[in-house]
């Protein structure tokens, strides 16, 4: 009930093409649902975020698709750049008092964007 | 651009000893967190930390582990008798406040621990 599951486990973009990684969740209660870019030797970032009350959200290259009826979520990279090349997690968190920081989150996906 | 800095940035260990990994949060968050992450595996969470006290802490997080925040900066998180399976990379994070609008967490760069 807890977990998220992610896929593709790792995704070869050409540049210029589009990246889509997807998320499915099981526990109706999380309310907010981020996603996350590390690079090899960070710790991982915010890169957008989307709360269940709005079914898409866009900022630049990056959105994310809601579909809270599948319990299903998604990240899409436009005009995929190499420097995009990284390890995205999804995550997904209950929003009150303090859960908002205990993420659960998937297992990655490693997108390399190929030149 | 402020940051949440950790060390130290790797640590090896023998089975059974006890190590502290350090953490300093951005100065004006309110909420401190521990995650892990096993080699090749997710990110998993370990415990949050408010007002001097644990928040909410996951089953991984059991009585050999403890988080203190001895003074005004830094945030710390002790084992007390490592095992082999302590070895991960140890993030700390920390954030502003608890609603998600604006309680982005940041992460630090992580501390690697080894245990041998």
């Known amino acids: 009930q807890q977990q998220v599951k992610q896929s593709p486990q790792s995704l070869i973009v050409q540049k210029g093409g589009i990246s889509i990684i997807n998320c499915a969740y099981e526990?109706?209660?999380?309310?907010?649902f981020p996603w996350y870019q590390q690079f090899p030797g960070k710790g991982p970032a915010l890169l957008i975020a989307?709360?269940?009350?709005?079914s898409e959200k866009k900022e630049g290259r990056f959105t994310i698709s809601f579909n809270k009826s599948a319990k299903q979520f998604s990240l899409h990279i436009m005009d995929s750049q190499p420097g995009d090349s990284a390890t995205y997690f999804c995550?997904?968190?209950?929003?009150?008092?303090?859960?908002?920081?205990?993420?659960?989150f998937g297992k990655g996906t490693k997108l390399s964007v190929k030149p | 651009e402020p940051e949440v800095t950790q060390t130290p940035s790797h640590q090896v260990t023998q089975m059974g000893q006890e190590v502290i990994l350090r953490c300093v949060p951005i100065?004006?968050?309110?909420?401190f967190y521990w995650y892990r992450q096993i080699l090749g595996q997710k990110v998993e969470f370990l415990v949050s930390?408010?007002?001097?006290?644990?928040?909410?802490k996951s089953e991984i997080f059991d009585d050999q582990f403890s988080v203190e925040r001895p003074d005004g900066s830094n945030f710390t998180l002790k084992i007390r008798s490592t095992k082999l399976e302590d070895s991960a990379m140890y993030f700390c994070?920390?954030?502003?406040?608890?609603?998600?609008?604006?309680?982005?967490?940041?992460f630090g760069e992580g501390s690697r621990l080894t245990v041998l």
């Open positions: 994070a920390s954030s502003f406040d608890s609603d998600a609008n604006t309680g982005e967490l940041f």
């Open positions: 989307i709360r269940p009350d709005v």
């Open positions: 100065s004006n968050h309110l909420y």
């Open positions: 930390f408010y007002n001097n006290e644990i928040s909410e």
């Open positions: 995550a997904a968190s209950l929003d009150y008092g303090g859960s908002q920081g205990n993420l659960i």
């Open positions: 526990n109706t209660a999380f309310d907010y």
